[in-house]
């Protein structure tokens, strides 16, 4: 059946059948209104961050994003008396069935207003496009895959994101579970500052695992030998991640493209890779806060201006997210993850970054959040993946 074609249930008897509808994203004029309806959604929030608006269409742009090589997906608009209310996206990764032995797809890019009507319709039309292409389950949101944007924000919602981490309306959980999702997992975002880092005791633990492994190197990312470190890196993620949730491997070019993105804003004294003996171990890759300029470019747009605003509070960035981490099993429990933090932080205080984020973490990733507290990091937020069987 054609997407676009979509059975919509009835909505209630007390209610006008013609107020709602659900459209297929099948043009250019509709991909501009899926896309641009966050920014009119979040106007009057204070917190959220409007992301870079080319950055998103060319994240949904099959031709220019590698993660859709072996994805299919489709995108949907909810209007109320023809204006748009909502939207949502759907994914089918066929790798990542494959490697989970599930038959489950995604759903992302989810917005809406607070109508649980619109929202349920969304999800019917989301969970009836996965069922008719042989799914079981639906999980997300996930935008559009594990190495971008995941889940919704249920706590945490009175301070903003940090790069590359989503910020959504309070009411979504119950307009999700209104319309029948349930919880899969939480992550969580963990911040240390310079008030509550625990210098000391990161500092005693660098001695205790130095001496228990002298032959142990951590240096900065080499940019100038920018495509070795990303094989190195790409190699022990796909090591290090391979027991969590949610998890399958990124194929080379995938990753080669998202490390493209990074490297425009990369700095070389917060990203580093752990060695023994010049075998690669772990590496440890934190982002400035581009978030703290994107706030002040209007509704995510780099032209005419944007751009000029966006260089001048570049330079006042002075917090960081440390994105990704990874150390590969046989290495594990030997406090080199803590040494890789404390570099970031360390190095990061430095040169004027305050405050790190370190997202997201698996709540059943109690090794993890651990470290975090042991550095003297706090909760911040909590983001949410859902699940509905179909």
């Avoid at 406090?335 to 059943?364: C, F, M, P, Q």
Wanted: with cysteine.
């Amino acid at each position: 059946m054609d997407p676009s074609s979509a059975i919509l249930t009835s909505p209630p008897s007390d209610m006008d059948k013609s107020m709602y509808g659900v459209r297929y994203v099948s043009g250019p004029s509709e991909m501009k209104a899926f896309l641009q309806f966050p920014y009119e959604h979040y106007a009057s929030d204070q917190n959220w961050i409007a992301p870079l608006y080319i950055q998103q269409r060319d994240l949904l742009d099959a031709s220019k994003n590698p993660y859709f090589a072996d994805v299919e997906h489709a995108c949907f608009l909810a209007e109320k008396n023809d204006q748009v209310c909502g939207r949502i996206a759907v994914f089918i990764n066929r790798s990542w069935n494959a490697y989970q032995k599930q038959q489950t797809g995604f759903f992302g890019f989810f917005e809406c207003r607070n109508d649980a009507y619109a929202t349920k319709l969304l999800v019917e039309v989301a969970t009836d496009w996965l069922q008719e292409r042989g799914m079981n389950k639906m999980i997300g949101p996930i935008n559009p895959g594990f190495m971008y944007e995941l889940g919704l924000l249920v706590d945490g919602h009175e301070t903003e994101p940090y790069i590359m981490m989503p910020w959504t309306k309070k009411y979504y959980d119950g307009l999700l579970k209104q319309a029948g999702l349930e919880k899969e997992i939480d992550l969580f975002a963990y911040v240390v500052d310079e008030k509550n880092v625990a210098l000391d005791r990161i500092n005693r633990a660098e001695q205790i695992v130095r001496k228990r492994m002298p032959d142990l190197q951590i240096r900065p990312v080499r940019l100038s030998d920018f495509d070795s470190e990303i094989r190195i890196i790409r190699d022990i993620f796909n090591q290090a991640w391979k027991d969590n949730w949610g998890f399958s491997p990124v194929g080379e070019e995938e990753f080669r493209h998202i490390a493209k993105d990074l490297k425009l804003i990369l700095d070389k004294d917060i990203a580093h890779i752990a060695e023994i003996k010049g075998k690669a171990v772990g590496f440890s890759v934190a982002l400035p806060d581009m978030n703290q300029a994107f706030r002040h470019l209007r509704n995510g747009r780099l032209l005419p201006f944007g751009i000029f605003k966006l260089l001048w509070h570049k330079r006042k960035i002075n917090r960081i997210r440390t994105a990704l981490m990874g150390v590969i099993p046989e290495y594990r429990g030997k406090g080199i993850d803590a040494l890789l933090h404390r570099e970031a932080i360390v190095k990061g205080l430095a040169k004027g970054y305050n405050a790190s984020e370190l997202s997201w973490l698996l709540e059943t990733n109690t090794d993890m959040i651990r470290v975090a507290e042991k550095i003297g990091g706090w909760r911040e937020k909590t983001y949410r993946i859902y699940r509905r069987n179909i």
